[in-house]
């Protein structure tokens, strides 16, 4: 379907500069109300866009010109943007700094897709150490804007360029005319999974991280995790599993469970085996916006990932601001593993643990730290 956002479109829009990270997750925690009736989504999509400073995707297989009544009021942005969706018979996922919106079966595919490739990239890195600079450029946060009439092959042309890799199969790509959108602070495996999602098409690695080859998503598209029963047996937990989740795939080891299906059954059933957890996840996130020099921080971990601990503080609110392609020239590795173990420690002394064995320099500033080669 071709989506023009109206009948004269435009071809040099200039790109929205739309909250990104933790301004983007605060973003869709403000409180929300307003009312339309009888307006067109992709009219109601631009508004929200404008006004809000979020990047909102609405998949090209979603009518643009679908006319919907909507009453929101004291709501949070993201479930406005839920209550949306779901007048268009679609659902809702955050990826990266954007809200996507989508048919049902395209936002299950796209979650459980985003997690099977995302521990592709992982396995390749671990199976090949000489890898890892290769990670960090592929993990690098990238924002790409798209003009009215760009065709889907163009918006893949930046994707592939941005993160020098090759792709296979472009033939699978339909001819297509997109109207404008921006993928806002997508890494590697958001980007392409945003686009090709839209296309009914996934990939697979080649070599090594280098190339893709494009491929049609699967009739089935689920992926295994392993649970272990808290306060019961294993024979307890399978029956009340097969009970509640009767499709899916159960396989018993002698003190776990190992279960295929779609992520988000499977966030079902973390949410079933530790409901207090997942009350917890459903409380708005608070940002602390203390300056660093003003916290105190107590970490211990044994081989973990800089670039993971880093992940982490972010949510906290700690912004990490750093050129990705100096880092890698300078031979500075951001998934080396470290152990911490520090208690209630000052901002200098925790992140002079953080980066004791990396040949950088940090710089506090209010809420952010600057990584710089020495």
């Known amino acids: 379907m071709t989506s023009l956002e109206n009948s004269n479109a435009s071809l040099n829009r200039e790109a929205p500069n739309y909250l990104t990270n933790r301004n983007f997750r605060k973003g869709l925690t403000k409180t929300f109300s307003a009312s339309w009736s009888n ?23 979603i009518d643009p010109s679908l006319k919907l009544k909507l009453d929101i009021q004291n709501l949070t942005l993201e479930q406005g943007l839920k209550n949306l969706a779901s007048q268009a018979h679609a659902k809702t996922v955050l990826v990266g700094s954007n809200v996507y919106i989508g048919p049902e079966k395209a936002v299950s595919n796209l979650k459980t897709l985003l997690e099977i490739r995302k521990q592709e990239l992982v396995d390749l890195t671990e199976s090949h150490p000489r890898l890892k600079r290769r990670f960090l450029l592929l993990s690098q946060r990238k924002t790409f804007h798209y003009q009215d009439l760009d065709q889907p092959s163009e918006i893949l042309e930046q994707i592939t360029e941005a993160y020098q890799i090759t792709a296979k199969n472009q033939d699978l790509i339909p001819h297509d005319l997109w109207s404008h959108s921006t993928f806002t602070s997508v890494n590697v495996t958001e980007g392409l999974s945003l686009l090709l999602i839209q296309l009914n098409l996934t990939y697979r690695w ?3 991280e280098t190339q893709i080859e494009l491929i049609p998503i699967p009739a089935s598209v689920t992926i295994t995790k392993s649970y272990t029963p808290r306060a019961k047996s294993v024979a307890i937990l399978i029956n009340q599993l097969k009970e509640r989740f009767p499709d899916i795939e159960i396989r018993r080891a002698e003190k776990t469970v190992s279960i295929r299906t779609t ?21 708005p996130q608070t940002i602390n916006a203390v300056p660093i020099q003003r916290r105190k921080f107590t970490l211990r971990v044994k081989k973990a990932p800089i670039l993971a601990i880093m992940n982490k503080l972010e949510a906290s609110g700690i912004e990490f601001h750093y050129n990705a392609k100096q880092l890698q020239e300078a031979s500075i590795d951001l998934n080396q593993l470290i152990d ?27 809420t952010k730290i600057v990584l710089t080669p020495k």
Do not use: W
């Open 39 to 61: 307006v067109e989504i992709r009219s109601i999509i631009q508004r929200i866009r404008s006004t809000q400073n979020i990047s909102i995707i609405l998949d090209r297989r």
């Open 206 to 208: 080649n070599g090594q």
């Open 263 to 283: 992520a988000e059954v499977h966030e079902e059933i973390e949410q079933h085996l530790n409901p207090r957890a997942a009350i917890n996840k459903t409380k």
């Open 340 to 366: 911490i173990s520090v208690k209630d420690a000052s901002a200098g002394t925790f992140f002079d643990s953080l980066f004791r064995t990396l040949n950088v320099s940090y710089a506090i500033e209010g």
